[in-house]
T-cell receptor, first 116, second 111 residues
Framework: DTGVSQDPRHKITKRGQNVTFRCDPI?????LYWYRQTLGQGPEFLTY????????KSRLLSDRFSAERPKGSFSTLEIQRTEQGDSAMYLC??????????????FGEGSWLTVV | GENVEQHPSTLSVQEGDSAVIKCTYS??????FPWYKQELGKRPQLIID?????GEKKDQRIAVTLNKTAKHFSLHITETQPEDSAVYFC??????????FGAGTTVTVRA
């Protein structure tokens, strides 16, 4: 499967613990995105990278959240001191903007986080 | 930020009938409008998209229409089948890099 892959797919953690999610984008895609989705809602933008540079962070991304893409390939999203409100599905996506076809974004299967 | 409203939130149709979902947006500078289908526990999958230089695009049983003046666009599914049952999300790209999504429409196709 050459799509966007995420790990782990499911994570249950106790409040206050730290969690880290990994995303491997489609090969050669230079843009990588993190979105969050809660039940009954559409995905909400968190942050994105162009190669290794993090170019924008949503105000939804509190100081407890940090994302990295050190070599411009895979990315990690860490949540420190988790809270119950962090329970959601964290979606990674990637794209390769093209002048003719635009910026089609492809999503991974998501990482479900449950904070108990 | 971009405000995207999607209606209806739920839609039940008889197999073989058509389904129509409508979205409105606020940022007139938006120029890319994709639709995603998400089955339970699965990733959102792009099913069709349209750019602002065209008014309509069709792919087999799925079509999207865009009215930039009125700032709305619609998804049309004809001859619905049970496998069309899913949550559908419209999205708008107000900037060059991120999508703003609607709240989704749960489509149920009754056999």
């Amino acid at each position: 499967d050459t799509g966007v892959s995420q790990d782990p797919r499911h994570k249950i953690t106790k409040r206050g613990q730290n969690v880290t999610f990994r995303c491997d984008p489609i090969s050669e895609h230079n843009r990588l995105y993190w979105y969050r989705q809660t039940l009954g809602q559409g995905p909400e933008f968190l942050t994105y990278f162009q190669n290794e540079a993090q170019l924008e962070k949503s105000r939804l991304l509190s100081d407890r959240f940090s994302a990295e893409r050190p070599k411009g390939s895979f990315s990690t999203l860490e949540i420190q001191r988790t809270e119950q409100g962090d329970s959601a599905m964290y979606l990674c996506a990637s794209s390769l903007p093209d002048a003719s076809s635009g910026n089609t974004i492809y999503f991974g299967e998501g990482s479900w986080l449950t904070v108990v | 930020g971009e405000n995207v409203e999607q209606h209806p939130s739920t839609l039940s149709v008889q197999e073989g009938d058509s389904a129509v979902i409508k979205c409105t947006y606020s940022d007139s500078a938006s120029n890319y409008f994709p639709w995603y289908k998400q089955e339970l526990g699965k990733r959102p999958q792009l099913i069709i998209d349209i750019r602002s230089n065209v008014g309509e695009k069709k792919d087999q049983r799925i079509a999207v229409t865009l009215n930039k003046t009125a700032k709305h666009f619609s998804l049309h599914i004809t001859e619905t089948q049970p496998e069309d049952s899913a949550v559908y999300f419209c999205a708008v790209e107000p900037d060059d890099y991120k999508l703003s999504f609607g709240a989704g429409t749960t489509v149920t196709v009754r056999a």
